[in-house]
Nanobody, 127 residues
Framework: QVQLVESGGGSVQAGGSLRLSCAAS????????MGWFRQAPGKEREFVAG????????SYANSVKGRFTISSDNAKKTIYLQMNSLKPEDTAVYYC????????????????????WGQGTQVTVSA
């Protein structure tokens, strides 16, 4: 079992930056690929970024590539999402999630492949 708690959301003007954190507890953190997802009002939850277990390979949605960076600190059992050059269309509730399959070799992007979710943190970007 993995418990996840996000923090770091807030309101920022377009072009600004925010860093989200996701603290994990419970079962060994480093077994699972971790992902960041977001959900805007009236839209489906979508993949933003993922990192392979052990802090290895990363993957990004095209919409955030070059602006967002996912990283992990295994000692602190925490993953981060550094978001730069934010746009109004980045406004959403952001969730971190842990893959349901330990030691999966690739980062998957479908929400049903993730078994553990945080409560979400709101990010609002104004024009």
């Amino acid at each position: 079992q993995v418990q996840l708690v996000e923090s770091g959301g807030g309101s920022v003007q377009a072009g600004g930056s925010l860093r989200l954190s996701c603290a994990a507890s419970g079962e060994t953190f480093s077994r699972y690929n971790m992902g960041w997802f977001r959900q805007a009002p009236g839209k489906e939850r979508e993949f933003v970024a993922g990192i392979r277990w052990g802090g290895g390979r990363t993957s990004y949605a095209n919409s955030v590539k070059g602006r967002f960076t996912i990283s992990s600190d295994n000692a602190k059992k925490t993953i981060y999402l550094q978001m730069n050059s934010l746009k109004p269309e980045d406004t959403a509730v952001y969730y971190c999630a842990a893959d349901r399959t330990p030691f999966r070799t690739t980062v998957v992007v479908s929400p049903p492949d993730y078994a553990y979710w945080g409560q979400g943190t709101q990010v609002t970007v104004s024009a």
